[in-house]
């Protein structure tokens, strides 16, 4: 669908505070926003992901599953697969916590019949 490599970026930490740390990537492409099923790609291993595009701030903020560990300055490629959603603003972070909680069911569904 959709290729971006770029180097990880240190962000403000809101993912990591909600449970979801993100690696986010610098973007320049105004035709991609909202929440999508990934790859990230990282030291030639491949990870599922829900990503964040973020146009605003042209920042792609990856959440890679069954990953951890520190990728600030590494390079990662991250290739949009599917859209799960658009945007969409919260009244509060438990909100955030349970939407962003089923757009990872989501792509755990979608690698699941891949």
Request: avoid cysteine; hydrophobic fraction near 45%.
């Amino acid at each position: 669908m959709n290729s971006h490599i770029g180097i990880v970026q240190k962000g403000v930490g809101r993912g990591a505070v909600l449970g979801f740390p993100t690696a986010n990537i610098i973007f320049g492409d105004p035709s991609v926003s909202g929440i999508y099923v990934a790859s990230a790609v990282f030291d030639g291993r491949e990870y599922p992901a829900v990503v964040f595009a973020d146009q605003k701030r042209n920042i792609l903020e990856a959440h890679m599953l069954d990953f951890s560990g520190n990728l600030y300055g590494k390079e990662i490629k991250v290739e949009l697969l599917e859209k799960i959603r658009d945007n969409k603003m919260f009244e509060n972070d438990d909100d955030l916590r349970a939407a962003i909680a089923g757009d990872v069911e989501e792509a755990m569904k979608f690698f699941k019949n891949v």
